[in-house]
């Protein structure tokens, strides 16, 4: 049975909940997509032929893992990234930097206690030597737990796959000055962006064929069910994605296909959908460099570089503080 959260104290993920499923429209927040079985099939996601984001950046990374090696060469570091995931990506610069002996810690911080075991024991396998510290959590309730850097030790800063389009560009603006608060003159940053580009090669990336996104969309609803006691029936609403191109916006909504109550019962909340009412679901913003370049002086961050791959899908910026 589920304890109701009502009579303890309400988990943040019972709270967002919560919030989300009364507000109007009603919303739910997109980092909880990543449960065990979120993480699960954001792996699958990531080798689907619609989803390029991730072949892309992974050209970026191998391509350019040199030219970060050289620039990184002179000064020890510590490697923060965030929402690090299962790290695939990470590997083909980490491989990198073992190759070429270079002096740091990687710190990879996730919201998934199932992501990050998983990534700290295939590195500890692969390179046992390498000083890896998993760090649990929202991004910076996770970061207050890093241990001060140490004199001359830079850190650099990896938010990679796209993921700061999971946020508006005011959210984007917000976050990236929080982050830099926390960093010093000389620390680096670099951050994942998706570009604007054939709206249905974007919208096939959020829509495949085999309906793993649509799953991992559900997936949200099944979590609720498991965690908090909810009846929904997944089966009951219909995912839609869609992309605007002049915000960049691509958005996935769950849209309830039929009248109907759902019970929460960690929650003792009753929610109650209209036939075609929708939950959004996720924002997954594309940019241009003119946007990024905007981002980046409202952030307060010099623009150092744009690594791209050929295609010029996908960009992975380089900042400096
Ligand atoms: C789109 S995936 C990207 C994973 C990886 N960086 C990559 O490029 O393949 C987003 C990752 O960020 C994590 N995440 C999402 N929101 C988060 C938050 N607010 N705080 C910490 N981690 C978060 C998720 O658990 C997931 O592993």
Known sequence: MIVPETTTKLSAFAQDVQNGLSS??????????????????????????????TRCEAEILQTHAVDLAALLRNQPFDLVELGAGDGLKTRVLLAHFQEKQLQYRYFPVDISRNILDHLEETLQQRWPDLSVFPLEGDYFSALKKMPASEANVRKVVLFLGSTIGNMTMADAESFLQQLRAQLAPGDLILVGFDLK?????????????????????????????????????????????????????????LISKIDQEVYIEALNLTVKFAAWEAIDMELSKKYDFAEIEHLATLAGLKVLTYFKDRKEYFTDALFMV
């Open 197 to 253: 580009k054939n709206p249905e090669l974007i919208l096939a990336a959020y829509n495949d064929s085999a309906k793993v996104t649509r799953d991992f969309n559900l997936n949200l609803l099944h979590r609720i069910n498991r965690e908090l006691g909810g009846n929904f029936q997944p089966e009951n609403f219909q995912h839609w994605p869609l992309y605007q191109p002049i915000t960049g916006h691509t958005k996935s909504y």
């Open 24 to 53: 109007q429209p009603k919303f739910l927040q997109s980092k909880y997509f990543y449960d065990a079985e979120g993480d699960r099939l954001f792996q699958k996601i990531m080798d689907l032929p619609e989803y390029y984001l």
